[in-house]
């Protein structure tokens, strides 16, 4: 078995987080390292998808339940416009191999597709 992702971490209690979503299959928590002024990472509780295209071709349903806790997020915290990241494979910049999607918000000026 592998170590458990910080995010199963994050929802065992085990590290804090600032939880600003939980439905009965995705989490919502700001990311440690922000690069907007609304930045939140969206994930599944369940680890087993490494990345979204596991996650689409495995469970489009529960992929679909991260976009739409996505958009909530943006409406509660910020104007509801928002920038969806999926960082996909290391050499793309994903760090954590529990699929999250990147929600950035908040007065975005700059094209940058970057999380
Ligand atoms: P990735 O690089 O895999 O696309 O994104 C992982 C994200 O998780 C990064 O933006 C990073 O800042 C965030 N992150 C990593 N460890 C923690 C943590 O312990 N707490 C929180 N809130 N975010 C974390």
Same mark, same amino acid.
């Given at each position: 078995?592998?170590?458990?992702? $910080?995010? !199963?971490?994050?929802?065992?209690?085990?590290?804090? #987080?600032?939880? %600003?979503?939980?439905?009965?299959?995705?989490?919502?928590?700001?990311?440690?390292?922000?690069?907007?002024?609304?930045?939140?990472? $969206?994930?599944?509780?369940?680890? @087993?998808?490494?990345? $979204?295209?596991?996650?689409?071709?495995?469970?489009?349903?529960?992929? #679909?339940? %991260?976009?739409?806790?996505?958009?909530?997020?943006?409406?509660?915290?910020?104007?509801?416009?928002?920038?969806?990241?999926?960082? !996909?494979?290391?050499?793309?910049? @994903?760090?954590?191999?529990? $699929?999250?999607?990147? %929600?950035? #918000?908040?007065?975005?000026?700059?094209?940058? %597709?970057?999380?």
């Amino acid at each position: 078995m592998s170590e458990p992702s $910080v995010f !199963t971490r994050i929802m065992n209690g085990e590290i804090p #987080a600032e939880v %600003v979503a939980s439905t009965d299959t995705v989490v919502a928590i700001k990311d440690i390292a922000p690069q907007a002024p609304l930045h939140v990472v $969206v994930f599944p509780r369940t680890d @087993q998808y490494r990345d $979204v295209v596991e996650l689409a071709a495995g469970d489009p349903q529960l992929l #679909a339940d %991260v976009i739409s806790v996505a958009n909530s997020v943006a409406h509660e915290h910020a104007d509801g416009d928002f920038r969806l990241v999926f960082n !996909t494979g290391a050499s793309a910049g @994903q760090t954590v191999f529990h $699929v999250h999607a990147h %929600v950035l #918000a908040g007065g975005l000026t700059e094209k940058s %597709v970057g999380a």
